[in-house]
């Protein structure tokens, strides 16, 4: 059993920034890509940000240059700093993780329960 539990949301005024946590526990054996989706209401769930274990990252294009994901591997914990935030960022942010629970296991993708981001003034 493996769980990811998000932190961080909020509310907060255009131009402001927040830090979101992943943290995920269970049988973890290995932890490789972990990353964040978000969902505007009326629209699908979107790529943010991912991170694989060896530190090369990838961004959509709407978040690059305001938001870093980073990550601790020692705590299977990924993190996403959003800086200069935009009402068009207010959605409801998923962490997921691609982990291997047992040295002879495949990857199984694992979500977070979400958490609320919202920009307004």
């Known amino acids: 059993q493996v769980n990811l539990v998000e932190s961080g949301g909020g509310l907060v005024q255009p131009g402001g920034s927040l830090r979101l946590s992943c943290a995920a526990s269970?049988?973890?054996?290995?932890?490789?890509?972990m990353g964040w989706y978000r969902q505007a209401p009326g629209k699908q769930r979107e790529f943010v940000a991912r991170m694989p274990t060896g530190g090369s990252t990838n961004y959509t294009d709407s978040v690059k240059g305001r938001f870093t994901i980073s990550r601790d591997n020692a705590k299977n914990t990924v993190y996403l700093q959003m800086n200069s935030l935009k009402p068009e960022d207010t959605a409801v942010y998923y962490c997921?993780?691609?982990?291997?629970?047992?040295?002879?296991?495949?990857?199984?993708?694992?979500w977070g329960q979400g958490t609320q981001v919202t920009v307004s003034s």
């Open positions: 997921y993780g691609n982990i291997r629970t047992a040295w002879n296991t495949p990857l199984h993708t694992y």
């Open positions: 269970g049988s973890i054996f290995s932890a490789n890509v």
